[in-house]
């Protein structure tokens, strides 16, 4: 079974940047891959996709502009880059692998038909 790590999270001061990444312990061929992030008592919110074989990207609207989602399929590895990082960007930041033939990226934002998880890292951003 194929683990995703995530590492780079972090505390930082409004408007700073962190670098998140996803690493997979092996191949494991999924259609998409996504970071997700989830505050107590909130659903799981999907924040940026990635479609891993023609590299279209999506994200939620709060992100826009200053979160760049990327791979590195050499290194199997998924990034997040977040920058101008705001107090309601604290979060526990996760990613997913998984999606099938013909996901749309709605669906791929909403987080549903993905197989593989990562545990975590935490966000913190503070004002």
């Known amino acids: 079974q194929v683990q995703l790590r995530e590492s780079g999270g972090g505390s930082v001061q409004a408007g700073g940047s962190l670098r998140l990444s996803c690493t997979a312990s092996g191949y494991h061929g999924s259609y998409v891959m996504g970071w997700f992030r989830q505050t107590p008592g909130k659903e799981r919110e999907g924040v940026a996709t990635i479609f891993t074989g023609g590299g279209s990207t999506y994200y939620t609207d709060s992100v826009k502009g200053r979160f760049t989602i990327s791979q590195n399929n050499a290194e199997n590895t998924l990034y997040l880059q977040m920058n101008s990082l705001k107090p309601e960007d604290t979060a526990m930041y996760y990613c997913?692998?998984?999606?099938?033939?013909?996901?749309?990226?709605?669906?791929?934002?909403?987080?549903?038909?993905?197989?593989?998880w990562g545990q975590g890292t935490q966000v913190t951003v503070s004002s």
């Open positions: 997913g692998a998984g999606g099938w033939r013909g996901m749309t990226a709605t669906q791929a934002l909403g987080g549903s038909g993905y197989n593989l």
